[in-house]
C-alpha cells in the first residue's frame, strides 16, 4: 500500500509537499512496524516520532480506500502500549499547552513568522490553507470576512474572520520552514484545536464548527455568512481581549 501512486497522490493533495515528500519517502520503511513489539521498545525519540506520523497517514488512507477503522485501532493499539506522541522538539506534550503557554511562545518567533502564527490561531485554518490565504490574503478577505470555499476531498475550508491588527500584515510570501516555529513549543496544526475550543465556547458553537469545515458547504453561504456577520463584532472582542492582553506588541505593533 505504501508505494500505491495513488496514497502519493493523496498526501500530495492534502499536505505541504515537503511533508507529503518526507512521509511518501518514509511509509515503505515503517509498513512492516506497524502493530509490531519491536516497534514499543525503539527509544522515544525523533525518529519515531517520525515513523509514527508516516504510520498515521497510511491508516487513514487505508480507511478512506477500504472503508476500514485502521487509523482508530491504531491509536487504541498506541494507548495500550503507552507509545506517547511527543519528542524532543516538541517537549510540551500538546495536550498540556495552555493558550498562555501558546501565546507566550509565539512572541519569541520572528515577526513575519509570528503574524503567520497568529493567523494561524484566530483563523483556524490547516497550515497550508493558512498559507495560501496569509500570502494573498487581498484575494480572500472581504469586509474582515474570509472567504474561502475550498472542497478538497476528506478537508473542506468554509469562511473565517480576518483579525482587523493583522489584516494589514499580511500578503507577505513566507519562506516557509517547519523549523522557524520550533520555538512555538507544539505542532502548528495545535493552533487549529485551539481556535475551536475558544470559538465554540466563547462565540457559537455552530458558527465554530462552519468556520473549521465541520459543518456546511459552498451552497449554505448565504445561510452562515449572515450569521458570521452577526457575530463579527463579538469575534473581535473575544480575540482581542486575548490577543493585547498576551501578545502585546506582537500584535499592537510599537
Known sequence: MSADPAYKEWLYSNKNPRYARYIWLRSPLIVDLLFAENFVSMPSNRSKHDDLRAMGNLCRYHDIKHDTNLHEEFISWLKKKEIKWNNDNYSIPKEQLSLNSVLKNITKLNPIYSDFALFMLTSGLRTLEARTVFENHKNFCHNGILEIFWNRKTKKTNATFCFPTLHDRMDKKLIFDYDHFKKLGCELRYLRKLNFTINATKIDPLLAEFMQGRRGNVSQRHYFLPMMNTHKKKWIKV?????????????LGD
Do not use: A, E, F
Request: charged share 30%; aromatic share 8%.
Open 239 to 251: 480575540w482581542k481581549s486575548i490577543l493585547i492582553n498576551k501578545t502585546k506588541r506582537v500584535v
